[in-house]
């Protein structure tokens, strides 16, 4: 496609001479009927591929704005989805919202190389965009929002040290915690098993919904070695997590829209 434009633009004068030549072609053609028949499969063929290959250059500009649609819709979507499934039955007409809203955002800074990465959004405080919101891909978690500017927001990855996530076992609801293996890459550890747990190569890790940053069941990763200890202590396990951080483009910022109300009630708890 590059070459492709390179060469209308180093043959812009000739290109146009040519466009002009097929548009009197074919207006000649349209005035007469006989030639109109002759003629309709080559004119056909020859302003096919010089429409189908503007329609590539023109396509090729508008991938940035379509893709940023398609994240404006994948958000929609969530809200909806979650809105939906809180409905106790199908004859329940009023639907409540959901407590948790998605918002599209574009990763325009990203590290996977250091001790502590982080990510750079391109929503801020203008957005809505707060602290302590969580962050994720199409297939999982990502990371948690930990600064905010007008317009853009900083998020430490879950490839950091400091990252530290609350999660369930999906297929028995054991809780148990996530943190980045930082001798592995990309990969992550499961702590906190107890010993009686056993888990299988393949098996689904989850949020556990017990913060405020993540809502209950979001995909964090798989495991892929599990690690029994003896003497009865906690065992451990290797993770993969769901979230190519490689390829991380676009995301979502997670706001929980009831979340002062659950810290103030946390709050009064406290102080009784």
Not at 5 to 28: A, C, G, R, Y
Not at 141 to 152: C, D, F, K, L, Q
Not at 230 to 253: M, P, R, W
Request: charged share 20%; hydrophobic share 40%; with cysteine.
């Amino acid at each position: 496609m590059r070459n492709l434009l390179t060469f209308f633009l180093k043959h812009q004068f000739f290109s146009l001479f040519i466009l002009l030549e097929i548009i009197s072609f074919v207006l000649v053609i349209n005035s007469f009927s006989y030639q109109r028949m002759l003629s309709f499969n080559t004119a056909s063929d020859v302003s096919g591929a010089v429409f189908n290959t503007f329609h590539g250059v023109t396509s090729y500009f508008n991938l940035k704005e379509k893709n940023r649609q398609l994240l404006e819709e994948n958000g929609r979507l969530f809200n909806m989805l979650l809105a939906n499934t809180l409905a106790p039955d199908s004859n329940y007409k009023e639907k409540e919202d959901s407590s948790f809203q998605y918002i599209p955002a574009t990763v325009i800074r990203n590290t996977v190389n250091h001790a502590n990465n982080y990510m750079v959004l391109n929503k801020g405080k203008k957005q809505g965009i707060q602290t302590e919101m969580g962050v994720m891909s199409d297939n999982g978690i990502a990371g948690i929002i930990i600064g905010v500017s007008e317009n853009y927001s900083l998020a430490m990855s879950l490839l950091n040290t400091h990252a530290h996530i609350s999660a369930r076992i999906k297929k028995n609801d054991q809780l148990v915690n996530v943190v980045w293996n930082e001798n592995q890459g990309q990969l992550g550890k499961v702590i906190d098993i107890s010993a009686h747990i056993m888990l299988d190569r393949g098996d689904t890790i989850v949020t556990s919904g017990n913060s405020f940053i993540f809502p209950a069941g979001l995909n964090i990763g798989t495991i892929y070695k599990f690690q029994k200890t003896k003497n009865h202590e906690l065992n451990k396990a290797g993770l993969q997590f769901c979230t190519d951080f490689n390829s991380l483009h676009f995301v979502y910022i997670i706001q929980d829209l009831k979340k002062k109300e659950k810290l103030k009630l946390l709050e009064d708890v406290n102080n009784e």
